[in-house]
């Protein structure tokens, strides 16, 4: 449950965090752009324990101060929702065998209710305020817990030039937790779990999503599941497909073609009467086949944005200007009909489509795509840009 | 007024089968009245589309044919850009015409929602009244029928409330309940089944009509007699139309014109606010006019201003200069009729008609042999009007025939007219000037080395090229092997991956511009005029030839009488790049490949060739044109041997016509511009043509004079550097590689084992080498093009034409192969016109060598001369045996120059007498870092001064080095105080770190971009401790322009206030302007941009339009470009005074902004001549004067009402007048000072 609905009087104990201004509570932050000022409705709940007695504050203020409205992190403070969590990804497990990896636990009650369960938990916090907390709660697990100053969601910024912390390279985290490859078609490795980044929530998921499709980043350690907290609105947009077409967008498509996605929880945020959705996004293991790999995959990103470009345009129009392909042959063989529009095709739809197209022997050239139209990959440029200083 | 009321509704000319609901609405708009159906037939549409095919046809012939067919089908679309309609009006206007337009008009009470919605409108209007047209035509039945139709129907729309939008129009409209709606739904339905049939038929005629070549358009279908809103001149039509047509210019006309215009009552500020709103309509239609002149379509662009005419709104649109358009039409024709109901229109329009509307009636008159008595009317109304006979042979601009017409028409009246004097052309004044100028004393302007045939042929050829407008040359490539496939010039230029929609739209559309232009003047005679006069202007630059006294090419081409030809605009940025998006499509319609290339031709489709595609970047959806990959292929094995060049882009084979205005001069018969100027930007035209035309001569002479130098091709090094470009090239020397030297990306189909992490891996390598063999790609084809063209011209004399940029620095207009270019482009050019070395010449080439090798940059000429040489035997061993022998050159700053300078010693010295060589070299000397020259001898700064040589000095002096010192006195007090980061910088304080920031500063460099350049630096060093990066540049970049500050106090005290007053002015919401010493008026072209979004089909194209005047400055940019830009304004001034002292001289000059080029025996006359013009521009009160204007030209004379403007206005003026004080430095030691250009 969330602070405004523990209804928990208001507690000071994490004022002076609080003073520091650069996060805010799930619920009432998303409700407001200003922290500062809802300070005094805040509270924190009750089992949250006495965390860093002395938080330096005052060498943060100038960094604070530049990322205070861009940068917020959702933090769960609600014990309820953490057990209900931690019980869910447990499932049917007597201990959850996966190792967790839980993004900016904050004052870590869901890290807490993580290990209570049995399991083994990498907490992954971007704000150093709370490190020396994150660490006194693994004091006695005998290594069940291990706390790195990391941002997950900055996880292989682009861009050349050092990567300053919490910014991370992928492969220095998995070095330093001793994580081998596992084979895309094996088991899951790891699960990673945590709240979306309020404001980013779009711009993660493309950058996840890049990641899945060109194996690459965490991807490239294996099927890495994702339980995420996510706001209704963007997980409806996630699931759309063409029940729903205005909310059908390109996103919707790589995420359902590549993953296969569960609701694990609902929670109602009582201020602003908001949705969140605790979902497990698991990439299937038969994502990748001869026609769609890494190599090919831009392609098939470029295919879907293109359809999507003019949603309402017919299907044969946008191939004819995605490939030198016979356009109606092609819309034969994945059994479609001239009139069909974009928003009338299934995700799987686009991904046998794209297979169609490039498993056509008789051409040398199946698309018009080119690498070098793009700006490579322009989306990630907006985490590289981020660095501080 | 009451006419209007009083014409009867003419509904036959409204609807067509008239059972839209939409029509309806429509129908009860008055259409004007066209009188003369006596050969119905032709419709709008049809006559719309015609002329503009027509006009297509005429500005690009290669299209034409394609072009007719989708006009045909865009006839519409076309038609809705000229039609004006649902547009907002003047208010006072709609007050009045409220009532008379019709429910559809009341009924768009918010025009900006409509528009849209009006432009569906008006296609489906127009379709409707083309059918009716059409339908008159076939039967009158039909008609009388659609008039109970029309009569019935506005019933219906009334009870709908008379405003149904046309969006409901469509089938299925939004569950209306009422019955009547489902009904009409019903009829809908079925209607837009008719009328689509008909729509297919009507294409199809207007096909048919489109591409039968001949045709031409019947004057009698379209408008001819107007419908006039003043009652009088209502009558006095009538009038005209009852009687024969001479008559009435005697009877009615006479009171008729007396009349005083109606206009003059429109306030003043809404006429200003309509102007700028209207300006590109308005230019849209005037180019539409023109066009359909040039196309012998007179009596379209008849009906075009009589329709706009007779609606209210759109009279609005119309300007005088529109009128004029279409009466020098008819002029041309004798139409006299014709001509005297646009007259009547100017005059209902409100106008007063100016010379061009007297000078066209006289012609017409001329040319129909009137009358005595009616041509002595129209002079004394002219005298009336206080228009002076004389002035039509003077300031009108008219071609030999139609003067000869005008001429004719007077004689017959004044047969003692005598036409006047020529008025002696405005001298400037300028104290600046005032040398050039003079009529006395030493005059030796230059003369070209040819003889006047010669010339005469070069010129002969050059007009051939630019009638052609293309000009293919043949490219160095190794050619691999020959293909017969016929390309597009267009296609060929398209790189593989693809090329955005917008830029190959405009860039079409700026391309049939030109070529509009030059059959503009082939049609109109000017062709032959211009011969005629430039082979009389010869006779100034012939060597064979004298002229009777010294004449400046301008001043010689104007004294020969040149009539200026009329002025041509260039069409508004929409409507090129509306023409441009037409052509594109047309060429992606247009253009096929077999789908299969390896099988023989009749046996596989066709496929298209170019595809419409999206690329995404962030947010954006961008469209790009792409060929097909197989052509891609093809082409790069077909290995093209010619590369094609619009004629622009190629040197000019003879000397460019003299600057004489801003919008003459340079090509032949391409339109230039005197002032470049991002597309569409039109303040600087404006400025320029709004200023006294004496006060530009020194810009038009320089620039005449930097056109008029001849270059050649130095063929040796040419070999030298085809020979690498065709081997494997040599990136080091920048001759770039060909792209198979380039690792090919990995193609091979992968093992089925490859996982996907390797996978993933390999694609991203594969991007990697993609991307790497674009951008070799890039440069090889720029490279391509520079040595084509080289070797294109390689036997040739060639020039140069020039313009300016907004500040007055100086470019040679084509853009490939000139001596802006870097090191390697600069080495293949040299005068065409050789000079003998005389005395000193060749220690100016040895020391030029060492000046370009970069070793003994701190050491006085003498050393530099010793060190040559020194190192003679290099210097020779280079000239003989470039490739194979020491290469002493290579390890040049600018090794292909210094290899050209060493061929050029080694010639010299092998002579009998070097004194005696004739030397075609270029020297150069360079300003040392000429900004901050600037600024300190407008600070008087004697530190500063020192430092950039402007003191006289034995030595060299290096600003870089001292402004280094300088901060690492700074940097040691620091460390001694115990700052950190000064600790750690100790021994990396270097003249490299900190000379791009130095150099930069000047040019506006902030402090974050300061520390972007002192980070790399130091980044590029290895021993320094990357973790101080930030730290450490964040220190440095404060220290240098401490220093900066310390050493140039006086200057940095200049460029904030620059800074401060551009601030204050943008904050006041004006563009800032001034005026340079040499009387150049400047505007910054910064302003917010508006994006704009029009055209359909392919796509939607967006483009920012900064033209408009009334655009908000943008203030960051003015304030930040005001210090940088007015420096340059500054130096190009220099740059000018130099090159008009040294063509006074006689001297061979040309520029590259602040490098000064002459033939060696002539450097030390331009050294001196450069340093007594900058003392003279600096001796002027320069800061004084720029204050002074901006004074005048910024702070209202009149008390401004509110008071946060007054306070404005009044720190504003504070500020500009608070002039900063100059030190004490004394300018003319510059005089003295050997280093200050070396």
């Given at each position: 449950m969330w602070i405004p609905v523990a209804g928990l009087p208001p507690r000071l104990t994490l004022s002076s965090l609080v003073g520091a201004g650069r996060f805010c509570f799930l619920g009432a932050g998303a409700a407001t752009r200003k922290p500062l000022q809802a300070r005094n409705r805040r509270g924190l709940s009750d089992s949250a324990p006495q965390l860093c007695p002395d938080p330096d504050f005052r060498k943060s203020p100038s960094r604070v101060k530049s990322k205070s409205t861009l940068d917020f992190s959702r933090y769960i403070t609600s014990r309820r929702l953490a057990e209900t969590m931690a019980q869910l990804v447990r499932g049917k497990e007597k201990k959850p065998s996966h190792l967790f990896l839980e993004c900016n636990p904050g004052p870590g009650i869901l890290t807490q209710a993580l290990l209570e369960v049995g399991a083994k938990v990498v907490a992954l916090e971007s704000d150093k305020t709370f490190l020396p907390h994150l660490e006194s709660l693994g004091k006695n697990l005998d290594g069940k817990l291990r706390v790195i100053y990391c941002d997950f969601f900055r996880m292989d910024p682009k861009g050349t030039g050092a990567i300053k912390p919490p910014a991370m390279a992928s492969q220095d985290l998995f070095q330093t937790l001793g994580l081998e490859v596992v084979p895309w078609k094996a088991g899951i490795p790891l699960k990673v779990i945590g709240a979306l980044p309020i404001r980013s929530e779009r711009k993660i998921l493309w950058k996840l999503i890049h990641n899945l499709y060109s194996c690459t980043s965490i991807y490239k350690y294996g099927r890495i599941e994702l339980n995420v907290l996510i706001y209704e609105k963007e997980f409806q947009k996630l699931m759309a497909d063409p029940g729903n077409p205005d909310l059908y967008q390109v996103l919707s498509v790589l995420w359902q073609v590549a993953c296969d996605i569960k609701v694990l929880h609902k929670e109602l945020l009582e201020p602003s009467q908001e949705k969140l959705y605790f979902i497990q996004i698991t990439p299937y293991r038969?994502?990748?086949?001869d026609n769609l790999t890494p190599m090919s995959y831009q392609v098939f990103i470029h295919m879907v944005k293109h359809c999507f470009g003019k949603r309402k345009c017919r299907l044969i129009d946008h191939l004819r200007s995605l490939t030198p392909l016979d356009a109606k042959d092609i819309l034969r063989q994945i059994g479609k009909k001239k009139e069909d529009k974009v928003t009338n095709l299934y995700p799987q739809d686009f991904k046998q489509l794209f297979e169609t197209i490039q498993s056509s022997?008789?051409?040398?050239?199946?698309?018009?795509?080119?690498?070098?139209?793009?700006?490579?990959?322009?989306?990630f440029c907006i985490f590289r840009s981020k660095n501080l200083h | 007024m009451p006419s209007r009321l009083r014409a009867p509704l003419h509904s036959g000319s409204c609807s067509s089968g008239g059972s839209l609901p939409a029509s309806a609405s429509l129908c009860g708009r008055r259409r004007p009245r066209s009188y003369n159906f006596r050969q119905p037939g032709r419709t709008h549409a049809q006559a719309r589309a015609a002329a503009a095919a027509a006009a297509a046809a005429a500005a690009a012939p290669e299209v034409s044919c394609a072009m007719a067919v989708l006009w045909g089908r865009g006839a519409a679309r076309f038609g809705r850009g000229l039609w004006p309609c649902g547009r907002p009006g003047l208010p006072a206007e709609e007050g009045t015409l409220g009532g008379l337009c019709g429910p559809r008009r009341s009924s768009s009470a918010s025009p900006r929602e409509d528009r849209r919605k009006d432009w569906g409108h008006v296609e489906l209007l127009e379709v409707l009244q083309a059918r009716v047209r059409q339908l008159q035509a076939e039967s009158v039945s039909e008609v009388t029928v659609n008039r109970v139709d029309v009569a019935r129907l506005p019933e219906h729309g009334s009870g709908d409330g008379g405003c149904q939008p046309p969006t409901k129009v469509q089938p299925g409209a939004q569950g209306t309940p009422s019955g009547l709606f489902v009904q009409w739904a019903k009829r809908l339905d079925k209607d837009k089944q008719i009328q689509q049939k008909r729509r297919q038929r009507l294409e199809k005629q207007l096909q048919k009509r489109a591409q039968n070549p001949g045709f031409s358009t019947d004057a009698k279908r379209l408008h001819v007699e107007p419908r006039l809103l003043s009652k009088q001149l209502t009558t006095c039509l009538q009038g005209c139309t009852q009687e024969v047509a001479e008559s009435p210019w005697e009877e009615q006309l006479a009171q008729v014109l007396q009349e005083a215009p109606r206009k003059l009552s429109l306030d003043k500020k809404l006429g200003q606010r309509l102007k700028t709103r209207f300006a590109n309509r308005q230019q849209k239609i005037l180019a539409f006019l023109k066009c359909c002149l040039l196309t012998g379509h007179q009596s379209l662009a008849h009906h075009l201003l009589v329709t706009h005419h007779s609606r209210g709104r759109s009279q609005e649109l119309l300007t005088l200069d529109m009128y004029n358009t279409v009466m020098l039409g008819w002029a041309q024709q004798g139409a006299f009729r014709e001509l005297l109901y646009v007259f009547i229109m100017v005059k209902d329009a409100g106008f007063s008609p100016d010379l061009v509307s007297y000078a066209a009636a006289l012609q017409c008159m001329g040319r129909q042999d009137q009358d005595v008595a009616t041509i002595k009317r129209c002079l004394e109304q002219m005298s009336q009007e206080g228009l002076k006979l004389q002035e039509i042979f003077t300031a009108v601009p008219l071609c030999k025939e139609e003067r000869a017409a005008v001429l004719r028409a007077v004689l017959k009246a004044k047969p003692t007219f005598k036409l006047p004097e020529r008025p002696l052309s405005p001298v400037n004044n300028s104290k600046l000037l005032r040398d050039v100028y003079a009529k006395d004393g030493p005059v030796s302007y230059p003369k070209l080395h040819l003889p006047l045939d010669t010339l005469w042929d070069l010129f002969k050829q050059q007009l051939r090229v630019e009638l052609a407008s293309t000009v293919c040359v043949k490219s160095v490539e190794k050619p691999v092997a020959q293909s017969k496939e016929v390309r597009r010039a267009a296609l060929q230029a398209l790189p593989a991956q693809g090329e955005s929609f917008m830029g190959l739209a405009r860039d079409l559309g700026a391309r049939t511009f030109s070529r509009h232009e030059v059959q503009r003047q082939q049609f109109s005679g000017q062709v032959e005029a211009l011969k005629r006069h430039y082979r009389q202007y010869l006779h100034l630059l012939a060597a064979d030839t004298e002229v009777p006294e010294p004449y400046l090419p301008r001043q010689y081409w104007e004294a020969l009488g040149v009539s200026e030809p009329p002025q041509e605009q260039p069409w508004p940025l929409p409507v090129q790049v509306e023409l441009g998006r037409l052509l594109a499509e047309i060429l992606v319609q247009a253009t096929k490949m077999p789908s299969?290339?390896?099988?023989?031709?009749?046996?596989s489709r066709l496929v298209p060739l170019l595809y419409h595609v999206y690329s995404f970047r962030n947010v954006y959806q961008i469209g790009f044109l792409k060929p097909h990959p197989a052509y891609v292929q093809l082409l790069a094995t077909a290995a093209e041997p010619t590369v094609t060049f619009e004629a622009v882009d190629v040197p000019m084979?003879?000397?460019?016509?003299?600057?004489?205005?801003?919008?003459?001069?340079?090509?032949?018969?391409n339109p230039t511009k005197l002032m470049r100027a991002v597309d569409g930007t039109m303040h600087h035209q404006r400025l320029l043509e709004n200023?006294?035309?004496?006060?530009?001569h020194g810009a038009l002479d320089t620039l005449t004079q930097l056109g008029n130098c001849a270059w050649r091709v130095n063929g040796r090094v040419l070999d030298l550097v085809l020979e690498l470009f065709q081997d494997k090239g040599c990136p080091k020397l920048s001759v770039p590689a060909p792209p198979s030297e380039v690792a090919a990306p990995h193609e091979a189909p992968l093992p089925s084992s490859t996982g996907l992490v390797d996978k993933a891996e390999l694609r991203r390598e594969l991007a990697r080498s993609l991307k790497e063999s674009r951008e070799m790609h890039s440069l090889r084809a720029d490279a391509l093009y520079r040595l084509s063209l080289a070797d294109h011209l390689r036997n040739c004399v060639f020039w140069l034409p020039h313009n300016m940029d907004f500040r007055g620095r100086t470019y040679p207009c084509p853009p490939h192969f000139n001596h802006l270019g870097n090191d390697l482009a600069r080495a293949l050019l040299e005068f065409a016109q050789g000079c003998p070395l005389g005395p000193h010449g060749l220690d100016w080439l040895k020391i030029h060598v060492v000046n370009l090798t970069g070793l003994k940059k701190r050491e006085p000429l003498q050393v530099r001369h010793a060190f040559a040489e020194e190192v003679m035997d290099d210097i020779l061993d280079s000239a003989d045996n470039p490739m194979t022998g020491r290469k002493w050159w290579m390890g040049s700053e600018e090794p292909w120059q210094t290899l050209a300078c060493c061929m050029e010693i080694a010639k010299a010295v092998r002579t009998s007498d070097p004194a005696a060589y004739i030397s075609h070299l270029p020297v150069h000397q360079d300003g040392s870092c000429n900004g901050l020259q600037h600024y300190a001898a407008l600070g008087r700064d004697s530190v500063g001064a020192a430092s950039v040589n402007l003191e006289p000095s034995d030595v060299p002096q290096d600003v870089y080095s001292d402004v280094a010192a300088q901060v690492e006195v700074f940097r040691r007090q620091d460390a001694r105080r115990g700052s950190r980061v000064a600790q750690v910088l100790e021994g990396f304080v270097t003249r490299k770190v900190v000379k791009q920031t130095v150099m930069t500063v000047v040019y506006g460099v902030t402090r974050f971009g300061g520390r972007l350049q002192i980070e790399k630096r130091l980044r590029e060093?290895?021993?320094?401790?990357?973790?101080f990066l930030w730290d450490a540049s964040h220190y440095l970049v404060r220290q240098v322009f401490k220093s900066l500050q310390e050493m140039f106090s006086g200057s940095r005290a200049i460029q904030h206030w620059l800074t401060e007053s551009a601030r204050l002015i943008s904050h006041m919401g004006s563009a800032v302007e001034w005026v340079t010493p040499l009387g150049i008026p400047i505007i910054q072209p910064y302003h917010q941009e508006v994006k704009v979004k029009g055209g359909r089909g392919l796509q939607s194209v967006s483009y920012s339009v900064n033209a408009d005047s009334s655009l908000k400055p943008n203030k960051l940019k003015q304030r930040n470009g005001f210090p940088p830009n007015f420096i340059h304004s500054l130096d190009s001034t220099h740059m000018m005074l130099t090159a008009l002292h040294c063509y006074r001289e006689g001297l061979t000059f040309v520029s590259v902004h602040d490098c000064f080029w002459t033939h060696a025996a002539h450097v030390p006359i331009m050294n001196q001549v450069c340093r007594e013009q900058f003392v003279r521009l600096h001796s002027q009160p320069i800061l004084q004067e720029l204050s002074s204007f901006l004074v005048s030209r910024f702070c209202c004379s009149s008390r401004p009402q509110k008071l946060s403007q007054r306070l404005d206005d009044s720190k504003l003026r504070e500020t500009l007048l608070a002039v900063p004080k100059p030190g004490a430095f004394d300018l003319e030691r510059v005089k003295h000072s050997t280093f200050f250009f070396s």
């Amino acid at each position: 449950m969330w602070i405004p609905v523990a209804g928990l009087p208001p507690r000071l104990t994490l004022s002076s965090l609080v003073g520091a201004g650069r996060f805010c509570f799930l619920g009432a932050g998303a409700a407001t752009r200003k922290p500062l000022q809802a300070r005094n409705r805040r509270g924190l709940s009750d089992s949250a324990p006495q965390l860093c007695p002395d938080p330096d504050f005052r060498k943060s203020p100038s960094r604070v101060k530049s990322k205070s409205t861009l940068d917020f992190s959702r933090y769960i403070t609600s014990r309820r929702l953490a057990e209900t969590m931690a019980q869910l990804v447990r499932g049917k497990e007597k201990k959850p065998s996966h190792l967790f990896l839980e993004c900016n636990p904050g004052p870590g009650i869901l890290t807490q209710a993580l290990l209570e369960v049995g399991a083994k938990v990498v907490a992954l916090e971007s704000d150093k305020t709370f490190l020396p907390h994150l660490e006194s709660l693994g004091k006695n697990l005998d290594g069940k817990l291990r706390v790195i100053y990391c941002d997950f969601f900055r996880m292989d910024p682009k861009g050349t030039g050092a990567i300053k912390p919490p910014a991370m390279a992928s492969q220095d985290l998995f070095q330093t937790l001793g994580l081998e490859v596992v084979p895309w078609k094996a088991g899951i490795p790891l699960k990673v779990i945590g709240a979306l980044p309020i404001r980013s929530e779009r711009k993660i998921l493309w950058k996840l999503i890049h990641n899945l499709y060109s194996c690459t980043s965490i991807y490239k350690y294996g099927r890495i599941e994702l339980n995420v907290l996510i706001y209704e609105k963007e997980f409806q947009k996630l699931m759309a497909d063409p029940g729903n077409p205005d909310l059908y967008q390109v996103l919707s498509v790589l995420w359902q073609v590549a993953c296969d996605i569960k609701v694990l929880h609902k929670e109602l945020l009582e201020p602003s009467q908001e949705k969140l959705y605790f979902i497990q996004i698991t990439p299937y293991r038969n994502l990748f086949t001869d026609n769609l790999t890494p190599m090919s995959y831009q392609v098939f990103i470029h295919m879907v944005k293109h359809c999507f470009g003019k949603r309402k345009c017919r299907l044969i129009d946008h191939l004819r200007s995605l490939t030198p392909l016979d356009a109606k042959d092609i819309l034969r063989q994945i059994g479609k009909k001239k009139e069909d529009k974009v928003t009338n095709l299934y995700p799987q739809d686009f991904k046998q489509l794209f297979e169609t197209i490039q498993s056509s022997k008789d051409y040398a050239y199946k698309w018009l795509y080119d690498d070098r139209l793009e700006g490579s990959t322009a989306e990630f440029c907006i985490f590289r840009s981020k660095n501080l200083h | 007024m009451p006419s209007r009321l009083r014409a009867p509704l003419h509904s036959g000319s409204c609807s067509s089968g008239g059972s839209l609901p939409a029509s309806a609405s429509l129908c009860g708009r008055r259409r004007p009245r066209s009188y003369n159906f006596r050969q119905p037939g032709r419709t709008h549409a049809q006559a719309r589309a015609a002329a503009a095919a027509a006009a297509a046809a005429a500005a690009a012939p290669e299209v034409s044919c394609a072009m007719a067919v989708l006009w045909g089908r865009g006839a519409a679309r076309f038609g809705r850009g000229l039609w004006p309609c649902g547009r907002p009006g003047l208010p006072a206007e709609e007050g009045t015409l409220g009532g008379l337009c019709g429910p559809r008009r009341s009924s768009s009470a918010s025009p900006r929602e409509d528009r849209r919605k009006d432009w569906g409108h008006v296609e489906l209007l127009e379709v409707l009244q083309a059918r009716v047209r059409q339908l008159q035509a076939e039967s009158v039945s039909e008609v009388t029928v659609n008039r109970v139709d029309v009569a019935r129907l506005p019933e219906h729309g009334s009870g709908d409330g008379g405003c149904q939008p046309p969006t409901k129009v469509q089938p299925g409209a939004q569950g209306t309940p009422s019955g009547l709606f489902v009904q009409w739904a019903k009829r809908l339905d079925k209607d837009k089944q008719i009328q689509q049939k008909r729509r297919q038929r009507l294409e199809k005629q207007l096909q048919k009509r489109a591409q039968n070549p001949g045709f031409s358009t019947d004057a009698k279908r379209l408008h001819v007699e107007p419908r006039l809103l003043s009652k009088q001149l209502t009558t006095c039509l009538q009038g005209c139309t009852q009687e024969v047509a001479e008559s009435p210019w005697e009877e009615q006309l006479a009171q008729v014109l007396q009349e005083a215009p109606r206009k003059l009552s429109l306030d003043k500020k809404l006429g200003q606010r309509l102007k700028t709103r209207f300006a590109n309509r308005q230019q849209k239609i005037l180019a539409f006019l023109k066009c359909c002149l040039l196309t012998g379509h007179q009596s379209l662009a008849h009906h075009l201003l009589v329709t706009h005419h007779s609606r209210g709104r759109s009279q609005e649109l119309l300007t005088l200069d529109m009128y004029n358009t279409v009466m020098l039409g008819w002029a041309q024709q004798g139409a006299f009729r014709e001509l005297l109901y646009v007259f009547i229109m100017v005059k209902d329009a409100g106008f007063s008609p100016d010379l061009v509307s007297y000078a066209a009636a006289l012609q017409c008159m001329g040319r129909q042999d009137q009358d005595v008595a009616t041509i002595k009317r129209c002079l004394e109304q002219m005298s009336q009007e206080g228009l002076k006979l004389q002035e039509i042979f003077t300031a009108v601009p008219l071609c030999k025939e139609e003067r000869a017409a005008v001429l004719r028409a007077v004689l017959k009246a004044k047969p003692t007219f005598k036409l006047p004097e020529r008025p002696l052309s405005p001298v400037n004044n300028s104290k600046l000037l005032r040398d050039v100028y003079a009529k006395d004393g030493p005059v030796s302007y230059p003369k070209l080395h040819l003889p006047l045939d010669t010339l005469w042929d070069l010129f002969k050829q050059q007009l051939r090229v630019e009638l052609a407008s293309t000009v293919c040359v043949k490219s160095v490539e190794k050619p691999v092997a020959q293909s017969k496939e016929v390309r597009r010039a267009a296609l060929q230029a398209l790189p593989a991956q693809g090329e955005s929609f917008m830029g190959l739209a405009r860039d079409l559309g700026a391309r049939t511009f030109s070529r509009h232009e030059v059959q503009r003047q082939q049609f109109s005679g000017q062709v032959e005029a211009l011969k005629r006069h430039y082979r009389q202007y010869l006779h100034l630059l012939a060597a064979d030839t004298e002229v009777p006294e010294p004449y400046l090419p301008r001043q010689y081409w104007e004294a020969l009488g040149v009539s200026e030809p009329p002025q041509e605009q260039p069409w508004p940025l929409p409507v090129q790049v509306e023409l441009g998006r037409l052509l594109a499509e047309i060429l992606v319609q247009a253009t096929k490949m077999p789908s299969n290339l390896a099988k023989p031709r009749n046996s596989s489709r066709l496929v298209p060739l170019l595809y419409h595609v999206y690329s995404f970047r962030n947010v954006y959806q961008i469209g790009f044109l792409k060929p097909h990959p197989a052509y891609v292929q093809l082409l790069a094995t077909a290995a093209e041997p010619t590369v094609t060049f619009e004629a622009v882009d190629v040197p000019m084979l003879c000397p460019p016509l003299p600057w004489t205005s801003p919008h003459t001069g340079a090509f032949l018969l391409n339109p230039t511009k005197l002032m470049r100027a991002v597309d569409g930007t039109m303040h600087h035209q404006r400025l320029l043509e709004n200023c006294p035309p004496a006060a530009l001569h020194g810009a038009l002479d320089t620039l005449t004079q930097l056109g008029n130098c001849a270059w050649r091709v130095n063929g040796r090094v040419l070999d030298l550097v085809l020979e690498l470009f065709q081997d494997k090239g040599c990136p080091k020397l920048s001759v770039p590689a060909p792209p198979s030297e380039v690792a090919a990306p990995h193609e091979a189909p992968l093992p089925s084992s490859t996982g996907l992490v390797d996978k993933a891996e390999l694609r991203r390598e594969l991007a990697r080498s993609l991307k790497e063999s674009r951008e070799m790609h890039s440069l090889r084809a720029d490279a391509l093009y520079r040595l084509s063209l080289a070797d294109h011209l390689r036997n040739c004399v060639f020039w140069l034409p020039h313009n300016m940029d907004f500040r007055g620095r100086t470019y040679p207009c084509p853009p490939h192969f000139n001596h802006l270019g870097n090191d390697l482009a600069r080495a293949l050019l040299e005068f065409a016109q050789g000079c003998p070395l005389g005395p000193h010449g060749l220690d100016w080439l040895k020391i030029h060598v060492v000046n370009l090798t970069g070793l003994k940059k701190r050491e006085p000429l003498q050393v530099r001369h010793a060190f040559a040489e020194e190192v003679m035997d290099d210097i020779l061993d280079s000239a003989d045996n470039p490739m194979t022998g020491r290469k002493w050159w290579m390890g040049s700053e600018e090794p292909w120059q210094t290899l050209a300078c060493c061929m050029e010693i080694a010639k010299a010295v092998r002579t009998s007498d070097p004194a005696a060589y004739i030397s075609h070299l270029p020297v150069h000397q360079d300003g040392s870092c000429n900004g901050l020259q600037h600024y300190a001898a407008l600070g008087r700064d004697s530190v500063g001064a020192a430092s950039v040589n402007l003191e006289p000095s034995d030595v060299p002096q290096d600003v870089y080095s001292d402004v280094a010192a300088q901060v690492e006195v700074f940097r040691r007090q620091d460390a001694r105080r115990g700052s950190r980061v000064a600790q750690v910088l100790e021994g990396f304080v270097t003249r490299k770190v900190v000379k791009q920031t130095v150099m930069t500063v000047v040019y506006g460099v902030t402090r974050f971009g300061g520390r972007l350049q002192i980070e790399k630096r130091l980044r590029e060093m290895s021993d320094f401790p990357q973790e101080f990066l930030w730290d450490a540049s964040h220190y440095l970049v404060r220290q240098v322009f401490k220093s900066l500050q310390e050493m140039f106090s006086g200057s940095r005290a200049i460029q904030h206030w620059l800074t401060e007053s551009a601030r204050l002015i943008s904050h006041m919401g004006s563009a800032v302007e001034w005026v340079t010493p040499l009387g150049i008026p400047i505007i910054q072209p910064y302003h917010q941009e508006v994006k704009v979004k029009g055209g359909r089909g392919l796509q939607s194209v967006s483009y920012s339009v900064n033209a408009d005047s009334s655009l908000k400055p943008n203030k960051l940019k003015q304030r930040n470009g005001f210090p940088p830009n007015f420096i340059h304004s500054l130096d190009s001034t220099h740059m000018m005074l130099t090159a008009l002292h040294c063509y006074r001289e006689g001297l061979t000059f040309v520029s590259v902004h602040d490098c000064f080029w002459t033939h060696a025996a002539h450097v030390p006359i331009m050294n001196q001549v450069c340093r007594e013009q900058f003392v003279r521009l600096h001796s002027q009160p320069i800061l004084q004067e720029l204050s002074s204007f901006l004074v005048s030209r910024f702070c209202c004379s009149s008390r401004p009402q509110k008071l946060s403007q007054r306070l404005d206005d009044s720190k504003l003026r504070e500020t500009l007048l608070a002039v900063p004080k100059p030190g004490a430095f004394d300018l003319e030691r510059v005089k003295h000072s050997t280093f200050f250009f070396s």
